[in-house]
């Protein structure tokens, strides 16, 4: 075993994408008449992930010359706009926005555990009891055995 493979890296050869979700997400883009060959999923399977790659290293240059350790959603538009990709960023900041606001939600709704302000071993206890009545309750319907 190679000291890279001991280490779990990766090639640039080992990237891809889903080849079952790339391939809908062309099929939903196509006139349903027109098909795609899998050389050409392929193809855009790899420009995809040249494209990441490409974004991905510029928003960690732009990353490394603000002395940051995480790339943040910034730096990604940041490098679409050095990168000429200008017409992709209104866009990016939408799903952003979105995705932030489905974040702040998120945060927003508590678990019925947090709302009920008791400790498990109490929730715990009234469960059982809640099944104790309901068997008592169904064994003095008189049902037959």
Same mark, same amino acid.
């Given at each position: ?18 080849? =079952?979700?790339v391939?809908?997400?062309? @099929?939903?883009?196509? !006139? ?5 060959? +899998?050389?050409? *999923?392929? $193809?855009?399977i ?32 940041? =490098? ?5 990709? @200008?017409?992709?960023? !209104? ?5 952003? +926005?979105?995705? *932030?606001? $489905? ?38 319907t008189?049902?037959? @055995?």
């Open positions: 075993m190679s000291d890279r493979e001991g280490r779990g890296a990766t090639s640039d050869d080992d990237l891809s994408l889903p080849r =079952a979700t391939a809908k997400m062309i @099929q939903e883009l196509l !006139p349903d008449d027109v098909t795609c060959a +899998k050389e050409t *999923r392929d $193809l855009v790899e420009c995809c992930v040249e494209f990441i790659h490409l974004l991905s290293s510029e928003a960690n240059e732009i990353c490394e010359k603000e002395s940051k350790k995480t790339i943040a959603p910034e730096h990604i538009i940041s =490098a679409l706009q050095s990168l000429g990709f @200008q017409s992709f960023i !209104p866009e990016v900041q939408d799903v952003l +926005k979105d995705h *932030r606001q $489905l974040q702040k939600d998120r945060e927003k709704k508590t678990s019925k555990f947090e709302q009920s302000g008791l400790t498990e071993e109490e929730l715990l206890a009234q469960q059982q009891a809640l099944f104790a009545q309901s068997r008592a309750k169904f064994e003095s008189g049902q037959p @055995q």
